[in-house]
């Protein structure tokens, strides 16, 4: 098949379906790398050497940023506004923690992030609980020299983990598929979904 000169699919028929396999056009616009040829990965890694310096600032202005919004929630309550904010706050601390370097960082802020995304109404997300999240992840972050913080930042993620799913589980109650859902194993290998 890799050498068909008429480019049509291919069709294997089965007694129940059909498989159908596209022609590889795209070999025709890739070419080998000769040597001495720019190597994009590498530049990509290059200009993020440059910019590792400024990774942990940053992550702190993250942090700072989650306490702003946390501040504004306990201010004003959790509204549409004050919600969106606080779930943005803590989803890019869990998308840019191991790209600046505080990989550990994305277990509270996953778990906050899971807290604000499938607590049916918002005026029951209990603001001690958010607390805890936005805590946790600025002292995990602060301490981030400590040589036992992994053990520490591990606990402390499980426990909030432990206490949000609690919580998930009593709130989402009345939709017992709903809950299916948020606790059903992972699809990708290595990632934590409880």
């Given amino acids: 098949m890799a050498n068909r000169k008429d480019m ?17 056009r795209l070999r025709k616009a890739v070419r080998a790398a000769a040597e001495g040829d720019d190597d994009p990965i590498a530049r990509a890694e290059a200009a993020l050497a440059q910019l590792s310096s400024e990774f942990g600032t940053w992550m ?15 201010a004003q309550g959790m509204n549409d506004k004050t919600h969106d904010e606080l779930f943005r706050a803590a989803h890019d ?3 840019e923690a191991a790209t600046f370097g505080f990989p550990i960082l994305s277990g509270p802020a996953d778990s906050l992030c ?4 499938h607590t ?3 005026d029951r997300i209990p603001l001690a609980l958010v607390d805890q999240h936005v805590d946790a992840v600025r002292a995990i972050a602060r301490e981030y020299g ?11 993620t499980k426990r909030l983990r432990d206490v949000t799913n609690d919580f998930l589980k009593r709130e989402n109650s009345f939709r017992p598929d709903y809950l299916e859902g948020i606790f059903a194993p992972p699809l990708a290998p290595g990632v934590t979904g409880k």
């Fill in 146 to 156: 400590r040589h036992d913080l992994v053990d520490m930042a591990n606990a402390l």
């Fill in 114 to 117: 899971r807290l604000l995304e």
């Fill in 60 to 74: 702190h202005a993250e942090c700072d940023r989650l306490v702003a919004v946390r501040q504004k929630v306990a």
């Fill in 93 to 95: 601390i869990r998308g």
């Fill in 8 to 24: 049509a699919p291919s069709v294997a028929t089965y007694a129940d379906h059909e498989v159908i396999t596209p022609p590889h």
């Fill in 120 to 122: 049916p109404e918002r």
